[in-house]
């Protein structure tokens, strides 16, 4: 495994759609070794691979409750809403309140290919939204609706 270079707001691989994955390949598979290790290492509780410079649908996530790797993920329930701040990896420094779904289920391929879904709430819907918007090319703070200065930089971070 190998920490990646994150790659920060102003380049424009973070504003283009990615592409499905076809197959999953040792490059795949290594891929989400390296974002999980990369994620981790930033102290981030999630991971787009445009954020890593590479334009596939793959996001890693992390909450505190066990490790999420999604391949093509794609909500399919979503139901009420919530406002929390959040912050990005690729935007640092940059904190705001963004309204998300409190509850999300998102479809995707696991590492072995195999469709599952999960469910999510609280700050794991909030988490999955914030991915699969980096899969858009769409950045939180383009949705933020009031940005919120901290002393430390020590908010968790997508
Ligand atoms: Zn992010």
Known sequence: MAIRNIVKKGDEVLNKRCKEVKEINTRVLELLDDMTETMYEGNGVGLAAPQVGILKRIAVIDVGDGLLELINPVIIESEGEQIEVEGCLSVP???????????????????????????????????????????????????VIEFVEYENDEKEKD
């Not at 309204?99 to 988490?127: F, M, S, W």
């Open 93 to 143: 420094g940059v904190y705001g309140k963004v309204k998300r779904p409190q509850r999300v289920v998102v479809e995707y391929l696991n590492r072995d290919g195999e469709k599952t879904h999960t469910e999510g709430t609280g700050i794991k819907a909030i988490c999955i939204s914030h991915e699969l918007d980096h899969l858009d090319g769409v950045l939180f703070d383009e949705k």
